[in-house]
């Protein structure tokens, strides 16, 4: 089964619940969502939408990222080193609780944690996210987008110890779990103007390539068309898994 949406509402929201398959919502990354705002997101969708929501940046970033001017909040300088890095701390905790709440209320799917490339394969980074996943339960699958240079077989033993999905951009790296894919297409290529990028038929016929690759998969675009990039995406799977079925409009 693939799972076709976007990260972040790239449309007005009833568009998005009706037309595509899932949603990751973004806000969470960002700063707090209250539990009734995710209730009422639950509620305008249909049973078969899929959410999936971004875990708190206040576990993965540090508060010198540029990130935190949308936090809502002013953090002092000496209450900056206590933010991100999946660290013992508070503040670290309080993300953390943000993100379960509301993936509780929306009954999300999928949680993703996205580092930061400054988050790179040290002893400390990496004995940081055991204590982090190992201390916190959900029923959501839980996915990390490494974005540092972490080698492969390092994530490998990493999601395979902790029951994580290997989150990629398929145009740019192989995810190292198997099984379920959750993609998130950024654009390409790499650089400025990468989130500019419309994807072309044949680059969306590469990517239902490469989720056929998988037992299941979320493909999930991150680029500024996402929406008419995953509703053509999307067509083909479509038409091929219930052609009676008409276009959702």
Known sequence: MIWTGTCGFGR???????????????????????????????????QPFRF?????????????????????????????????????????????????????AIRARVIVFQTPASFGPTETNRTALYRFFESIRTDATKAIELRGPWATHIVEKICEDLGLI????????????????YFRLHGSPPGKTMYRYRYTDEDLARLRAICREYDDAYVMFNNLSMHPDALRFRAPLRDLSNPSVPARE
């Open 166 to 181: 290997h989150t990629v951009d398929p145009f740019d790296k192989e995810p190292a779990t198997y099984g379920l894919a």
């Open 52 to 104: 999936c929501v971004k875990a708190s940046q206040f576990i993965t970033h540090e508060a010198t990222s540029p990130t935190y001017r949308r936090s809502g909040r002013i953090i002092p300088d000496s209450g900056k080193p206590s933010y991100g890095s999946f660290q013992d701390t508070p503040q670290v905790r309080e993300g953390w609780e943000a993100t379960r709440s509301v993936a509780e």
């Open 12 to 46: 007005r929201q009833a568009d998005v619940l009706r037309q595509l398959d899932a949603v990751e919502i973004q806000e969470t990354f960002y700063r707090p969502v209250s539990v009734e705002r995710a209730v009422k997101w639950r509620a305008a969708a249909a």
